[in-house]
C-alpha cells in the first residue's frame, strides 16, 4: 500500500514537472495559509483562543508556512535544503552572538542620549542610585557624561580622598535616582537672578 502510493507521488510529479511542482506548492501554502488564518479566527469566535494570542498565532503560522513552501521550492530549483537550513542557522547563530556582545554597548550609549535630552541630573549634581526606598546605593557628584559612563566622584571619608565610580548610563533607568542640585555661591546666584529677570519695559 505504501510503496504502490509513493510510486503513484513519483509518477504524478514526474507527469507534473518542475514548473507545475513549484506551483503546486505555492498554491498549497496558499491554501494552508487560508484554512490556518480561518482555523484561528473561528477559535477566537468561540473563545477559545484568547484574542491576546490572535495576532502572534496568525503571525507564526504564516512564517512557518512560508519558510516551508520558500524550502521546499528551493530544492525543487536544485539548492539542497539541508545546506541551505545549515548556512541560515549558522548564520542566525553568529548574528545572535553578535547582537549580544554588543547589546550592552548600545542600550549604554542609547541611555546615554536619553539622559542628555530628558535631563535626569545635571553635571556638577550629587546623586544617589537608590536600590529601594530605604537602602542606600551609589553616591556621588556627576563629573563627567560619556556614551558609556557616568562618572560620579564619592565624597571624602576620614581624611580619604573620595573615589571615583564609573557607572554604566542603562543602570540610571533601571533604578531610582535621587538628586541634590549644588549650592550656588552669592554671585552665581545673582548673576543667576540676573538673567532671570524680565526685560525693562
Not at 43 to 57: C, D, H
Not at 66 to 89: D, F, N, R
Amino acid at each position: 500500500m505504501t510503496e504502490s502510493l509513493q510510486f503513484r507521488l513519483e509518477q504524478w510529479s514526474y507527469m507534473l514537472g518542475s514548473s507545475g511542482r513549484l506551483l503546486l506548492i505555492v498554491v498549497g501554502a496558499w491554501l494552508l495559509h487560508r484554512l490556518m488564518r480561518a482555523l484561528i479566527s473561528r477559535l477566537a469566535s468561540r473563545s477559545i483562543l484568547p484574542a491576546e494570542l490572535v495576532v502572534g498565532f496568525r503571525r507564526a503560522s504564516s512564517f512557518l508556512i512560508t519558510t516551508v513552501a520558500l524550502l521546499l521550492v528551493l530544492e525543487q530549483l536544485g539548492v539542497s535544503a539541508i545546506t541551505l537550513w545549515t548556512a541560515l542557522t549558522g548564520f542566525t547563530a553568529v548574528a545572535a552572538i553578535a547582537f549580544f556582545a554588543a547589546w550592552s554597548v548600545l542600550s549604554n550609549i542609547f541611555c546615554a542620549l536619553l539622559i542628555v535630552t530628558t535631563r535626569p541630573f545635571r553635571l556638577h549634581d550629587e546623586i544617589e542610585l537608590v536600590e529601594d526606598g530605604e537602602k542606600r546605593g551609589l553616591r556621588g557628584q556627576v563629573i563627567d557624561l560619556n556614551l558609556i559612563y557616568t562618572t560620579l566622584r564619592e565624597a571624602s571619608s576620614e581624611g580619604k580622598p573620595g573615589s571615583v565610580l564609573q557607572v554604566p548610563n542603562s543602570l540610571f533607568f533601571q533604578r531610582v535616582v535621587r538628586r541634590w542640585t549644588p549650592r550656588l555661591t552669592r554671585s552665581e546666584s545673582q548673576a543667576q537672578e540676573a538673567i532671570s529677570r524680565p526685560p525693562l519695559p
